[in-house]
Every structure is written in structure tokens, then in C-alpha cells.
């Protein structure tokens, strides 16, 4: 495995995905990779969090709200590739990566 740093980033690589690591980070996307589901979790309950899923082109192609601790979405319908995902809370903004898998 390498590991990498860039800006305040690190990214660890291993031969069966991405796991983007940051401690300040508050939320993590699993399965990393996955197939038919996604899963956001966060360190601490939020309430009424944007969630936003973009395609490898920036197209968005999932958008809700959550309150809790995490939440799913079934991906079944997706194609295999590389996905952003963007929570927003406030004026505060998480972006992250996450690759769908062929199943």
C-alpha cells in the first residue's frame, strides 16, 4: 500500500480501491468500492444534511436529505465508475469519492 499527501489530504491505495483518509473528515462512504448499495455515515448525528450523488461528468444523479447518523442508497441502477458525493450542512460542504463496482 502507498500512502499520499496532498494539501490536507492523505490517500491511501491498495489494490482493491480508494479509501480517502482525513481525520477532520465527518463522513465516510461504504462499501468503498461497492456494488448495489451506498452507505454515508458520519462521526455525529446531523439533521436535515444535503446529499448530493454526481456522476464522472459532474451530472447529478441522486439528491436527498438525511437526519441521523447514516444513510443508504440503493445503486443498483448506476453504472460501474467513479462517483462525488456532496454533503452539505450548513455553510459547511464534505466532498468525497466513490467507486461502483461491476457486478
Known amino acids: 500500500m502507498n500512502s499520499v499527501s496532498l494539501n490536507e489530504r492523505s490517500y491511501l491505495f491498495c489494490a482493491t480501491g480508494v479509501d480517502e483518509i482525513n481525520a477532520g473528515k465527518s463522513f465516510v462512504a461504504s462499501p468503498n468500492p461497492g456494488t448495489d448499495n451506498l452507505t454515508l ?43 462525488t458525493y456532496e454533503i452539505i450542512l450548513g455553510n459547511n460542504v464534505t466532498r468525497g469519492k466513490w467507486i461502483k463496482a461491476g457486478n
Not at 464522472?56 to 444513510?71: M, N, P, Q, R, V
Open 41 to 83: 455515515r458520519a462521526k455525529q448525528n446531523f439533521y436535515n444534511a444535503e446529499i448530493k450523488l454526481f456522476d464522472s461528468i459532474g451530472k447529478e444523479i441522486l439528491k436527498g436529505t438525511f437526519s441521523g447518523s447514516s444513510a443508504d442508497f440503493n445503486t443498483t441502477h448506476l453504472t460501474p465508475g467513479v462517483y
